[in-house]
């Protein structure tokens, strides 16, 4: 029997989604999407080994994720989702230029959400050095609304308390309040957590900055894109049984097992090192 287009379609949709982040923060991006779409497999690269990305360069954020969705298109998965906020800031769109696979960023679902809700057109957000720098966020928003105000805050360490699991400390209460305190003075009335990681500080955020502004994860729009796409291209996993997971980390197996188990509150069974090497190997430094 010779294959056939549809053949093909079916192969393709049964593989897995790709996803990488700098380590474990874009499990907050896995979790919505496998509360949305349950029955897909998904393959998750945590480049711990380079933690924390906030603060490196765009060349470095470039060339860290053309090796990722390079090592991604290996094995081999059907669409693949940056998600982290500063890794789509600085690289989105070269790689989507260079590579075959459709790919998806965290940073327009949150800015189209954040449009969607924002009464008075002022969008706070709150991010990494990087994604600010970037320029990212007031790009996309401004895409959707020209005439939108977007007033940015960079949050220079936050992910290190989070990371390291602390979510309740007098120390984080601070560093919150001197990061929120300035963004409030600003009076937006939607605030995007544009970060994986602050998404599992959220009532603290919100305490701070007060019951007159709507917080946007954009954690579960990038849920609703993915499905949408996959649907529209046909793409979906056909049956109903659950999707499988398996975790890749260019640091420690057990340290991203025991924090991925944490983050995502179930266990992770399938994790394998990825060292940086192999990575090295797909694309030269
Ligand atoms: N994943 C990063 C982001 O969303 C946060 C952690 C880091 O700085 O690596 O921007």
């Given amino acids: 029997m010779t294959a056939s287009p549809s053949d093909s379609l079916q192969e393709l949709a049964a593989l897995p989604i790709g996803m990488f982040d700098s380590g474990m923060g874009g499990l907050t991006v896995l979790h919505e999407c496998l509360v949305q779409l349950p029955g897909e497999h998904f393959a998750y690269v945590g480049d711990t080994a380079r933690f924390p990305y906030g603060e490196k360069s765009p060349d470095e954020l470039g060339l860290f994720s053309r090796q990722i969705t390079a090592f991604l298109e290996t094995v081999p998965v059907k669409l693949i989702v940056v998600a982290c906020y500063s890794a789509t800031s600085a690289a989105l769109p070269a790689l989507q230029e260079r590579f075959e696979t459709p790919i998806i960023g965290v940073v327009m ?8 809700t924002s009464r008075y057109r002022k969008i706070g957000v709150l991010a990494t050095e990087a994604t600010v720098a970037s320029g990212a966020y007031p790009r996309a928003i401004h895409s959707l609304d020209s005439g939108a105000e977007v007033v940015q805050q960079a949050c220079p360490g936050l992910v290190d308390f989070i ?47 007060g019951r007159d502004v709507t917080l946007i994860n954009p954690a579960a729009e990038i849920a609703r894109e993915v499905e949408a796409m996959l649907l529209r291209q046909g793409l979906e996993r056909p049956g109903d049984a659950m999707g499988s997971y398996r975790f890749y980390t ?5 340290r991203f097992r025991d924090t991925g188990a944490r983050f995502l509150q179930m266990p992770l069974t399938r994790v394998r090192a990825l060292p940086l090497e192999r990575l090295a190997e797909l694309v030269a430094p």
């Avoid at 679902?109 to 969607?116: C, D, N």
């Avoid at 984080?172 to 998404?199: M, N, S, W």
């Avoid at 260019?250 to 057990?254: A, K, L, M």
């Fill in 109 to 116: 679902p949150g800015a189209r959400a954040a449009v969607e």
């Fill in 250 to 254: 260019t640091g420690d197996v057990e």
């Fill in 163 to 209: 990371e390291a699991g602390d979510v309740a400390s007098q120390a984080l209460a601070d560093a919150v309040r001197g990061f929120t305190e300035p963004l409030k003075a600003q009076r937006p009335d939607v605030v995007i957590l544009g970060c994986t990681h602050y998404p599992l500080i959220a009532p603290m955020l919100q305490r701070f900055l």
